[in-house]
């Protein structure tokens, strides 16, 4: 049983807040229940697309780890998602970045308002990560992060197709290259299962940060959303959560300037997207800490650019998550002394500790991640470019 001090029981427990347990026995709970950590289990889920309409089957294995990890009484509440995909091109985007922030307003909302003690919070498509990791900076209280996970790639012939395949086609077809039977073909094909989109785009390189940043267990960022892992990580995030609370761990204890350093080394690497810089300048700002643009110029120049991925590379996340997933990239960072390994992660352990620890399969890997001494380019996958303006009086 978790024992540091709860504020639920400030909401929860005395007689004057008798009104406020008779809502809860009204859902179910018992003396009991009222008497453990009220937990939270942010979904972040929606049937307009693929990348979050598996989020609330997590949820369920994630309460069955909180109940499993420490007796909590765990309770789901949603948050949105705006589907970049389909917004892509149209009005629709207009919405897609705001999104980012009213996710993050209102996990705080139903966080606060109802005196949770801490939380799991569940992301897929790409605004949902950056914006659960906002809330959970600026709560400050015991969270963990879970990934929906990507979606397997599809396959046309001999090429493995990614959401990207479909836009690309479309200029194919335009350009007289293939027919537009072959275009529906592939629009068929792409994306064959729920979850994110295969490649590094944005979702999955912000569940990498996540796990870099030691929000997420080790090895969470890169098993598919079909894949039966995913359930287990879903389980134990929940696990995770209720030793955090037992060990006072918040989420600015583990989102430090080192952390975010690591966070960029880790995107760099990967060839990540570029609106991760947005996002984890959003994070810091959160989390108090002062990180600029230099910060990212300054790792970029240092970190070679190691992993083969989508769109920059050949492979997708579920060819990462076969041969060690975002651990073997950071293990191959911190033997180069790249990654900072003292740095604390949620799970209470060291990023070190959690690396040494992890179980890597035995399988030939240096197609996807090659070594730090011999990389795809000696660089980092982004970099920052400045512009020079001379005013000029006429």
Known sequence: MVRINLRSQERYGGVLNAPHRAFLRSIGF??????????????????????NIHTLQLAVHVKEGVRRGGGGSPLTVPTIVVNDNIGMGTEGMRYSLVSRDVIADTIEAQVNAHAFDGFVGIGGCDKTTPGILMAMARLNIPAVYLYGGTAEPGFYGNLKLTIEDVHEAIGAYLAGKITEDELYEIEKRAHPTYGTCAGMFTANTMAAIAEALGMALPGSASPPATSARRVMYAVESGVALMNAMELGIKPRDVMTYEAFENAITVLMAMGGSTNAILHLLAIAYEAGVK?????????????????????????????????????????????????NGKVLTITGKTMEENLKNYKFPNVPHDHIVRDVSNPIKPWGGIRILKAHWRLRVL
Do not use: H, N, Q
């Not at 018992?30 to 990348?51: M, R, T």
């Open 30 to 51: 018992s003396d009991e229940d009222i008497g453990k950590p009220l937990v939270a289990v942010v979904a972040a889920w929606s049937e307009a697309g693929p990348c």
């Open 291 to 339: 990180l600029t643009l230099e910060d990212f110029d300054r790792i970029s120049r240092r970190t070679p650019y190691i992993a083969s991925l989508r769109p920059g590379g050949d492979y997708v996340m579920a060819d990462l998550d076969a041969v060690g997933g975002v651990p073997l990239v950071m293990l191959k960072l911190l033997k180069a002394g790249l990654l």
